[in-house]
T-cell receptor
Framework: QQQVKQSPQSLIVQKGGISIINCAYENTAFDYFPWYQQFPGKGPALLIA?????SEKKEGRFTISFNKSAKQFSLHIMDSQPGDSATYFC????????????FGSGTRLQVQP | GAVVSQHPSWVICKSGTSVKIECRSL??????MFWYRQFPKQSLMLMATSNEGSKATYEQGVEKDKFLINHASLTLSTLTVTSAHPEDSSFYIC??????????FGSGTRLTVV
């Protein structure tokens, strides 16, 4: 119930392409869905987050699409750049009695020049 | 935005010794801090949740006598790895929940036990 399943495990995209990472959850009590970017040897940094009352949120090149009925959400990185090469984690939190975020397993993105 | 400062960024210690990692919230008060451990190419695993002025809550399987957490003030939480062994070598990350900015993470501490 607390799991967040993330796919793919790794992704290679050409510069300028669209990177898409997907996550799915089971617990309908989740009400906050952030995406984090992590570079090697660094802590995660918040990219963008969404709540289930909207189906899409866009910030610059990053877009979250949210499908409440399917219990799925995805991150789209438009015009992917080599500097976007990092590991991306989806996460979720809700009124489950657990204040910490529940993380997906991560996606290693490599954007080739 | 909210900043969590974590030190040291890396540490090497001998087996059997103890290591302390500090996390400070620089521009906000963190009533709750979360401590994570991350092994190479893996996700963040929650170790414990610490609340200012009270005992930490540890996740199942995390030895509370080995990983001592102190959250004595609203801006400082520490994790002490006691009697460290090579299997404790990992990347340790703290996080705080700030109302306006959500969850903010420290920069992490790479612990190597030799």
């Amino acid at each position: 119930q607390q799991q967040v399943k993330q796919s793919p495990q790794s992704l290679i995209v050409q510069k300028g392409g669209i990177s898409i990472i997907n996550c799915a959850y089971e617990n309908t009590a989740f009400d906050y869905f952030p995406w984090y970017q992590q570079f090697p040897g660094k802590g995660p940094a918040l990219l963008i987050a969404i709540r289930p009352d909207v189906s899409e949120k866009k910030e610059g090149r990053f877009t979250i699409s949210f499908n409440k009925s399917a219990k799925q959400f995805s991150l789209h990185i438009m015009d992917s750049q080599p500097g976007d090469s990092a590991t991306y984690f989806c996460a979720a939190k809700g009124d489950t009695g657990r204040r910490a975020l529940t993380f997906g397993s991560g996606t290693r993105l490599q954007v080739q020049p | 935005g909210a900043v969590v400062s974590q030190h040291p960024s890396w540490v090497i210690c001998k087996s059997g010794t103890s290591v302390k990692i500090e996390c400070r919230s620089l521009d906000f008060q963190a009533t709750t801090m979360f401590w994570y451990r991350q092994f190479p190419k893996q996700s963040l695993m929650l170790m414990a949740t610490s609340n200012e002025g009270s005992k930490a809550t540890y996740e199942q399987g995390v030895e509370k006598d080995k990983f001592l957490i102190n959250h004595a003030s609203l801006t400082l939480s520490t994790l002490t790895v006691t009697s460290a062994h090579p299997e404790d070598s990992s990347f340790y990350i703290c996080s705080a929940d700030e109302v306006a900015y959500g969850y903010t993470f420290g920069s992490g501490t790479r612990l190597t036990v030799v």
